[in-house]
């Protein structure tokens, strides 16, 4: 397999840690998207929409983070992200959705670059955009996690899940702009359990090839 994918995105971190828990080897191929590389010609044969991540698998080239875990996880169902009964999985997809598609999309680079370009905000006022997002964001985490009837480890149980793979991620940009997690204390509980894994560990932005 081959992942095409940039350091410090976040939707890329989560196929990262994603592989890693499934013990999966790949080749990293790094597209710089400050560089805007991921507008080039021969990106967008492998990805229409100019994003990251893309796995390539054999013939196949996936996009979109959740469709490529969902993949991971039904090509190599061992160990499960999605693992327990049907309430269980639908409990892990809502907060991992939480993450993809209430959250992550209003602080995309893309978003992000527009505000500051076609609306000439300030980057005070693009950092305090973006903490009122993923604040609201993560709080609505946290208040899911609070009306589950166990609280394990992690998200859901005692396992690392889908849900863990999508929030440590965030948790990492929220980082970048001094955003208050104080009304989150469950939410940054498990996510220092899951820094204490080699796979969420190896996965972090730093330790990438392409980190600046």
């Not at 100019?50 to 190599?76: F, K, M």
């Not at 992000?112 to 985490?141: I, M, Q």
């Not at 929030?167 to 220092?192: C, G, H, W, Y």
Request: charged content about 20%; proline content about 6%; some cysteine.
């Amino acid at each position: 397999m081959q992942l095409y994918n940039y350091f410090r995105s976040s939707a890329s971190f989560r196929v990262r840690i994603a592989l890693n828990l499934k013990g999966l080897s790949y080749d990293y191929s790094a597209i710089g998207l400050l560089k805007q590389e991921q507008f080039s010609e021969n990106f967008r044969k492998i990805s229409p929409d100019a994003l990251v991540p893309v796995l390539i698998d054999g013939p196949a080239a996936l996009i979109q983070s959740l469709a490529i875990c969902e993949y991971l996880e039904e090509t190599h169902p061992e160990p499960s992200l999605l693992p327990g009964g049907a309430l269980e999985r639908a409990r892990i997809r809502a907060l991992a959705l939480t993450i993809a598609c209430e959250t992550h999309p209003l602080n995309n680079l893309r978003v992000l670059r527009y505000l500051v370009h076609e609306f000439k905000v300030s980057d005070d006022a693009k950092d305090a955009w973006y903490r009122h997002w993923v604040e609201n964001g993560l709080l609505a985490y946290e208040n899911q996690l609070s009306g589950y009837d166990s609280h394990g480890l992690f998200s859901v149980g005692d396992i690392p899940t889908l849900a863990d793979v999508f929030l440590v991620p965030q948790i990492f940009n929220a980082r970048r702009v001094n955003t208050d997690f104080s009304k989150v204390p469950r939410v940054m509980e498990i996510f220092e359990n899951c820094m204490a894994l080699p796979a969420f560990e190896a996965a972090r932005p730093e330790h990438q090839p392409d980190a600046a």
